[in-house]
């Protein structure tokens, strides 16, 4: 038996063709949906990492600070040391030429007294502005005020590896007498995860400049002068309780030079 269809009078179906999202694709793709959280927070990992990144520099800066005055304490009460500690003066170039001597060689990844430049710690404490005894030369390497260290996570474990090292506890704890007069300083630290040692440390000490001239008023002409003195400001003093100043007024009309002066402060 066959069948026979009847023809219908409704009018042929009209497909009608729906305008598509070009991104409609992308987004009906079941990975791409899988992947919008992971989207989301690499998103608000990535903000949190901004927020969160001046602040952690901000705590590895204020923690040199802190492991640089323990080490400063370090320096001046030890129980060995044979400078005076009313004497020992923190000075704020010594203070830039560690600090920058210790981020430099984590910076350059180095380890040692003299940069990849040639410069020794002398010549660097004197290109910052510091005068340092014309005696000790001009040699671009040279080396009498500056210890290192590396790798020490903080400044007691520094400070006791450098008391088991003699040449180190020579110069810190001015054991000999040619550091003696050694009194200011500078102490130095930096961390830096990425370099070898992780943190780098530095101590100089240097004769407190001795370049400083006083500069005296000279009287009006024809003053009645009753009185010599000279005032002296407390940053001519070199670092010392008690420092002898010497001092002879000319006066070319007068009839003999007077005798020298001397005061202490």
């Known amino acids: 038996m066959f069948t026979v269809h009847k023809p219908t009078n409704r009018p042929p179906t009209r497909h009608r063709v729906k305008r598509r999202h070009p991104?409609?694709?992308?987004?009906?793709?079941?990975?791409?949906?899988?992947?919008?959280?992971?989207?989301?927070?690499?998103?608000?990992?990535?903000?949190?990492?901004?927020?969160?990144?001046?602040?952690?520099?901000?705590?590895?800066?204020?923690?040199?600070?802190?492991?640089?005055?323990?080490?400063?304490?370090?320096?001046?009460?030890?129980?060995?040391?044979?400078?005076s500690r009313f004497e020992l003066?923190?000075?704020?170039?010594?203070?830039?030429?560690?600090?920058?001597?210790?981020?430099?060689?984590?910076?350059?990844?180095?380890?040692?007294?003299?940069?990849?430049?040639?410069?020794?710690?002398?010549?660097?404490?004197?290109?910052?502005?510091?005068?340092?005894?014309?005696?000790?030369?001009?040699?671009?390497?040279?080396?009498?005020?500056?210890?290192?260290?590396?790798?020490y996570r903080t400044a007691e474990e520094?400070?006791?590896?450098?008391?088991?090292?003699?040449?180190?506890?020579?110069?810190?704890?001015?054991?000999?007498?040619?550091?003696?007069?050694?009194?200011?300083?500078?102490i130095g630290c930096c961390y830096d995860s990425s370099s070898p040692y992780g943190r780098y440390w530095v101590i100089i000490t240097a004769p407190p400049p001795s370049d400083r001239a006083v500069a005296a008023a000279q009287p009006n002409s024809h003053s009645n002068v009753l009185k010599i003195g000279v005032a002296v400001p407390a940053w001519t003093i070199p670092g010392t309780v008690v420092s002898p100043v010497r001092f002879r007024p000319k006066n070319p009309r007068a009839s003999a030079p007077r005798p020298a002066a001397t005061f202490s402060h």
């Open 23 to 83: 991104l409609a694709g992308i987004l009906r793709n079941q990975w791409i949906k899988r992947q919008f959280p992971l989207c989301k927070f690499a998103w608000f990992l990535s903000v949190l990492i901004v927020m969160v990144l001046p602040a952690k520099a901000g705590d590895v800066a204020s923690s040199q600070v802190r492991e640089e005055q323990a080490l400063a304490a370090r320096l001046v009460n030890d129980p060995g040391q044979h400078r």
């Open 158 to 186: 520094a400070w006791q590896g450098w008391m088991k090292s003699s040449p180190h506890r020579t110069h810190l704890l001015a054991t000999q007498s040619f550091y003696r007069n050694q009194t200011n300083f500078g």
């Open 89 to 151: 003066t923190r000075d704020p170039i010594l203070t830039h030429v560690a600090r920058s001597r210790a981020a430099d060689m984590a910076k350059r990844r180095y380890f040692s007294h003299v940069d990849p430049d040639g410069n020794g710690p002398n010549y660097l404490a004197r290109a910052a502005g510091y005068s340092l005894p014309a005696a000790w030369g001009t040699n671009r390497r040279g080396n009498y005020v500056e210890s290192i260290g590396a790798g």
